[in-house]
């Protein structure tokens, strides 16, 4: 750590950024909930969407400043 601090000293921090992926299944519902327990268990059932691989992938950069670049995203959607 001690060499890469020294390293980064002969930088501004403007110009040093910090860049982080992040992925998010937004279609994919919940394996588990809740239910009364009255209800009937056998009434309920899975559906396609439980196993959704529609995937949303972002990317986030912002520098040692502060400064913020716009997200990039990608989605991927499987069928």
């Known amino acids: 750590m001690t060499a890469i601090r020294t390293e980064l000293e002969n930088y501004d921090a403007a110009h040093i950024f910090n860049v982080d ?4 299944y937004f279609r ?3 394996r588990r909930t809740y239910i009364h327990r009255h209800t009937n268990k056998s009434s ?3 559906t396609a969407q439980m196993s959704a691989k529609d995937r949303l992938t972002a990317i986030v ?4 400043v ?5 997200i ?5 959607v499987v069928y």
């Open 21 to 24: 992926e992040t992925g998010l």
């Open 28 to 30: 994919m519902l919940p």
């Open 44 to 46: 309920i059932h899975g």
């Open 61 to 64: 950069c912002t520098n040692a």
């Open 66 to 70: 502060g400064d913020k670049l716009p």
């Open 72 to 76: 990039l995203s990608f989605s991927k």
